[in-house]
């Protein structure tokens, strides 16, 4: 291949270094006006009267919208409510405002107005009379018999939708055949994406009836139809477009960017006039989802030998006030938690359940993260039963291609034994208990974890994807593809792709993604699946252009079409030295003859299985708790690595947020359900100075399923990097922690226990 595999320079890379690149933040219309949003101080309460006389008196007001003056249509804020499981129904639970609130920072009321500082203004002149009611914050609490419903369910007191339950073959029997059984209940955090662009759009009602939708979203198709739905506009007189770079997605903004597209456009309706909202960085932490906190149970049986017998798993997952993601994800937690060890006995029971606190959703890892830093744990607490090491103890049980399993795609490639072997020499595994450090007061020790993924939707959803590539006049072409870049590098490796099959470079071809007005369908950047997925179909579009140019081409210069290619540009004959003409040439004397070449992919994409296989290296202060990550061996296998250094990136960043979700991230709740986290400020991310030394090493399988062979990157960065942290603090202290994160206070009280019993 002479163009994937390269790491050709990425195609917004000057826009974005130089403050070229536009943002919804960069935008504006003549006539714009600026919206705000008012939000709940209560996590529960009933709206008993609202009064927005004053706020609407204030000179510059233009709208203030309420429950009372804005469309009633129930919908889901994520795209769930586009593309759910055949047979089965969305969770639709939100509207634009209603008439109770059900956590701290839900919308109650939105004014627009000719400025930021009027539109503040107006929204303290909104005078609105609460009726308290019991709130609980946590889904264990959620489910007893004393806690008021937050929504009507019919699966059980506060559960959205339905119960995930996988059963494969007989448990008890599984459980039998084991000699040693470990278990555990692990309490895992409510993290943040912190992204840097918070949510944001921009809408405008023309005369016509047409909305356009300017916005964060990660998915512009899906976005638009739930905009049709809860105002009733047809589909193809709404456009949802990316303005048209995004700042930072992993997952929060999947549908839509939290309710900043249905406002904004709500606003614009009442106003007839373009209107802006963009949420402060406190409200993208309060009002915007969250990554599931919860529980999760692991039972895990083997016979003594180390095979492995059988693994029970069950998740609780906290949805916060509204569905969101929350019936999809313990779906992803059973399914991928269940799909990396070959055990002939396999239990699953999960759901989420309603809470007074921010609606949780997809977050990078989506579900997999969870799972696997409780799996993870479990295998190297039977490892340690057993008195087998823990790399070996995985490498006998990882399922292999041809093994039975629970997904219902097939497992055609597996690099997960190379992933281990190679983390390991890199890591030096064989020192583990053995690496000591000059002062005596810190202690060094070494972790792995491992994990699979997915390379797309859930298959059976809708998941079909489009491409478009036109030919234009001078020979340069035209890609459309429904997919947003949200950061990823999507433009720069579908171009790649598709410069690969029509053997030209890769500056001939030009993107146009995110925008619905001048892309076809597909449901988003999302999923570890926009190279995958939108790569298919960019392939197949690639390959009907090329047929066609080649067809044509034979029939002009009377030759069999086998034995024509392109080549660098020209079409040549590649079985003489005949026919030897400019790709550009040709395109135009094919215009002058009214002949334009366009390609068009339309499929439905299977799916893949990434692996991975993580290794931390860790120092813990024993005098404060402290915990330093100091090295991260990222093995992955991404099948074909279509831009190594784009895969590197992907897999760079996704540590680092795992490493921020097993030391320090958190949001807390307090007694009134107020965030105690709500800015880059108060809330723990790791920092340049927090990074540990990442070394990505790229394993290459080529899967079969997957366009040239490759396979998803976006999430899988983060799935085995918490359990590998935690495993690497046990392996220094010898204290099995069943809780994240590993913060200061956490950890320094875990060791003065232990040194008190000492």
């Known amino acids: 291949m002479k163009i994937v595999g390269r790491s050709v320079e990425r195609t917004d890379a000057v826009a974005k270094v130089t403050g070229a690149g536009m943002f919804i933040t960069d935008f504006s219309l003549p006539g714009m006006l600026f919206g705000k949003t008012l939000r709940s101080p209560h996590s529960h309460a009933r709206i008993v009267n609202i009064d927005s006389t004053k706020a609407l008196a204030l000179p510059g007001v233009k709208a203030v919208l309420t429950h009372e003056n804005t469309p009633r249509k129930r919908f889901n804020t994520s795209a769930t409510m586009t593309f759910t499981v055949p047979n089965t129904k969305p969770v639709l639970d939100q509207r634009i405002f209603d008439d109770h609130v059900r956590y701290v920072g839900d919308e109650v009321a939105a004014v627009a107005a000719v400025s930021e500082e009027i539109a503040e203004q107006a929204l303290k002149l909104i005078q609105v009379d609460y009726e308290l009611l019991p709130a609980v914050y946590d ?24 119960i995930v339950r996988i059963l494969y073959n007989d448990i008890d029997k599984g459980f039998e055949k084991s000699d040693v059984i470990v278990e555990g209940t692990f309490k895992l955090p409510v993290q943040k994406q912190a992204q840097l662009e918070t949510q ?41 477009l990316n303005p048209p770079y995004v700042g930072g ?5 999947i549908g839509c960017s939290a309710k900043a597209e249905p406002i904004a456009a709500a606003l614009s309706l009442a106003t007839r006039k373009p209107v802006k909202i963009v949420y402060s960085r406190e409200e993208d932490f309060i ?3 969250t990554r599931h906190g919860g529980y999760v149970f692991v039972r895990l049986g083997a016979a003594r030998d180390g095979t492995f017998q059988a693994l029970e798993l069950k998740g609780i997952l906290n949805a916060g006030a509204y569905c969101s993601f929350s019936v999809e994800t313990p779906g992803v937690l059973g399914a991928m938690g269940l799909a990396v060890y070959c055990i002939p006995h396999a239990n699953y029971y999960g759901h989420s359940v309603y809470t007074n606190t921010t609606p949780a959703g997809a977050f990078r890892g989506f579900g997999n993260t969870q799972a696997m830093s409780a799996i993870e744990s479990a295998v190297d607490m039977m490892a340690a039963k057993l008195g087998i090491d823990a790399l070996e103890l995985r490498l006998k049980n990882i399922i292999k291609v041809g093994d039975p399993w629970c997904l219902p795609y097939p497992c055609q490639s597996t690099g997960l034994a190379e ?12 020192e583990r208990g053995k690496r000591i450090t000059n002062d005596p007061h810190k202690r060094r020790g070494i972790g792995m974890g491992v994990s699979t993924h997915v390379s797309n939707s859930w298959p059976f959803c809708v998941d079909y994807d489009n491409a478009i590539i036109t030919m234009q006049q001078d020979g340069s072409m035209q890609l ?26 890769f500056k001939r071809i030009s993107v146009v993604q995110g925008d619905t007005a001048a892309t076809p369908f597909d449901i988003g950047s999302h999923a570890s699946r926009t190279l995958y997925a939108a790569g298919t179909a960019v392939l197949a579009a690639a390959q009907q252009l090329k047929r066609e140019i080649l067809q044509y081409a034979a029939e002009e210069y009377h030759i069999s079409v086998e034995k024509l290619d392109i ?55 024993l005098t404060t708790g402290k915990i330093d990550v100091l090295k991260i061996v990222a093995a992955h296998d991404v099948g074909k690595a279509v831009n190594p250094q784009i895969v590197e990136g992907q897999i760079e960043g996704g540590v680092l947020m795992g490493v921020g979700y097993a030391t320090t991230e958190e949001i807390r709740y307090d007694t009134k359900g107020r965030q105690q986290s709500y800015n880059y400020h108060n809330y723990m991310l790791p920092t340049a100075a927090d990074r540990p030394e990442i070394e990505a090493v790229i394993i290459e399988t080529c899967d079969p399923s997957g366009p040239l062979g490759a396979k998803g990157v976006g999430e899988t960065g983060t799935t085995p990097t918490p359990a590998a942290i935690m495993n690497a603090v046990y392996d220094a202290l010898g204290i099995r922690f069943m809780e994240l994160p590993l913060n200061q206070e956490r ?3 875990a060791i003065k226990r232990l040194e008190e019993r000492v």
Not at 226 to 236: D, E, R, Y
Not at 481 to 505: F, K, M, N, R, W
Not at 593 to 608: E, L, S, W
């Open 567 to 621: 080549i660098d540009g020209v079409i040549k004959d590649i079985k003489s030295e005949g026919v030897f003409v400019e790709l550009n040439e040709f395109v135009w004397q094919a215009h002058l003859r009214n002949r334009q070449f366009i390609g068009i992919g339309q499929t439905v994409p299977g799916n893949a299985p990434p692996w991975q296989a993580h290794f931390a290296e860790i120092e813990v202060d």
């Open 419 to 430: 992933c281990i072997k190679e983390g390991a020499k890199r890591i030096g595994w064989e």
């Open 287 to 289: 009002a915007s989802d």
């Open 747 to 749: 950890v320094y009280r």
């Open 139 to 162: 889904p264990l609490l959620a489910m007893e018999s004393a806690a008021l419903p937050i929504h009507p369910c019919r699966e059980g007191k506060n559960i959205p939708g339905n």
């Open 200 to 240: 944001a759009a921009l809408a405008n009602a023309d005369a016509n009836g047409n909305l356009t939708v300017w916005s964060t979203t990660q998915t512009p198709h899906p976005t638009k139809i739930i905009l049709s739905a809860v105002f009733g506009i047809a589909n193809s007189k709404i456009r949802v």
């Open 480 to 505: 459309a593809v429904g997919v947003p870049e949200i950061g990823c590098g999507s433009a720069t490796t579908l171009a790649q792709l598709a410069a690969e099959i029509l053997g030209v470079s």
């Open 249 to 253: 997605g992993f997952g929060v903004r």
